[in-house]
């Protein structure tokens, strides 16, 4: 079956580090992948798009890479700060057609 | 300002009744969609829209019901509640096709005794 795995147990990370999450999918081959932020009690917010032919993309602090072989998108922010905490998606085109979630991670950056 | 914005934002109702969760958008995207938000499950699509009176289910249709007279407006009925459907609702809307990216609204937290 498909699936989209996210690390559901909070990271926690001193302010300055750099934050890697991880995104695995099985049974996809999509042609992106997004990132959303979600902050508490309010709707995601998308932050970055890759294609499948791309392997990298940066905006600003963050990096987002894309490996179709491994089938995983690492999400990096560098120089990280409390106001970057945050639970963080990756979503992609499933075989239906329909934007499909994974089910976020926490990240908690501590001053 | 342009956006999304959901109705009402929280919303405490019994098994049973009928609720209709309200959402407009004013950018005039062609798609629009509903999920809901729980814990173990993330978001999960309930229903969207790719036009004004074109409807189509998502993953969790089911106890749904939607409409779309106009392009600016997506509401969502639960037509007889049930505990299993407490949740977080997010409307969501985008300009061409079903994917990048989508724009959320903040969310309707419903709660069903």
């Known amino acids: 079956s498909q699936k989209i795995e996210q690390n559901s147990e909070a990271l926690n990370i001193q302010e300055g580090k750099t934050a890697t999450l991880t995104c695995n999918y099985t049974?996809?081959?999509?042609?992106?992948l997004q990132w959303y932020r979600q902050d508490p009690g309010r709707g995601p917010v998308f932050l970055l798009l890759i294609r499948e032919n791309e392997k990298e993309k940066r905006k600003e602090r963050l990096k987002v890479t894309f490996d179709t072989t491994l089938k995983q998108s690492l999400f990096h922010i560098t120089a990280s700060q409390p106001a970057d905490s945050a639970t963080y998606l990756c979503?992609?085109?499933?075989?239906?057609?329909?934007?499909?979630f994974g089910q976020g991670t926490t990240l908690q950056v501590k001053p | 300002d342009a956006g999304i914005t959901q109705s009402p934002r929280y919303k405490i109702t019994e098994t049973g009744r009928q609720v209709t969760l309200m959402c407009h958008q004013t950018?005039?995207?062609?798609?629009m969609f509903w999920y809901r938000q729980d814990l173990g499950h993330g978001l999960r699509l309930i229903y969207y829209s790719a036009a004004a009176d074109i409807t189509d289910k998502g993953e969790v249709p089911d106890g749904y019901v939607v409409s779309r007279s106009k392009t600016e407006n997506f509401p969502l009925t639960l037509e007889s509640a049930t505990r299993s459907q407490t949740s977080v609702y997010f409307c969501a809307s985008s300009q061409t096709n079903q994917s990048p990216p989508q724009h959320f609204g903040d969310g309707t937290r419903l709660s069903i005794l």
């Open positions: 950018w005039s995207h062609s798609y």
């Open positions: 049974n996809y081959s999509p042609a992106y």
């Open positions: 979503a992609l085109v499933g075989n239906t057609g329909k934007l499909i």
